[in-house]
């Protein structure tokens, strides 16, 4: 990462069973997610990791579309260590199960993308600016 007023908010933090690095307003949205996931579903919590918030990179596939991942407001979870593959039409049983949470935070959930991403959450770009305050 080089834009250095975005570099100044990233922050790395415990969200629960695991530990991530992300845009500071993003990370505090999903400690709020993994708590009440926790809460709500401790046998599927406790099941759930992650392969990744900040990535600078672009969309998979893409030449030009930067993706969320390039500013810490998307993560990737994994279910038992397992990474959902891309675009079969599948969704692993956990992440159905902590959807919800991430809805009710404003999150969009990539099972719902053209090309199926379950594993992939990322924030709205309007729950974005609400939490910025902008
Ligand atoms: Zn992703």
């Known amino acids: ?38 809460r709500a579903d401790p046998v599927a919590f406790a099941s759930v990791g992650t392969a990744g918030m900040l990535c600078a990179r672009l969309v998979r596939g893409s030449q030009k579309s930067v993706s969320n991942h390039a500013w810490g407001t998307a993560i990737d979870l994994t279910f038992d260590g397992e990474v959902d593959p891309r675009g079969d039409g599948k969704v692993q049983a956990g992440l159905v199960r902590a959807y919800r949470y991430f809805h009710a935070e404003g999150w969009y959930w990539g099972a719902g993308f053209s090309r199926e991403d379950a594993m992939h959450f990322e924030l709205a770009e309007e729950t974005v600016r609400r939490l910025l305050g902008s």
């Not at 080089?2 to 992300?22: D, H, M």
């Open 1 to 38: 990462m080089t834009n250095r007023g975005l570099k100044s908010r990233i922050v790395t933090a415990n969200v629960g069973s695991f530990r991530v690095t992300g845009l500071d307003v993003a990370v505090a949205s999903l400690n709020r997610v993994m708590a009440e996931f926790r």
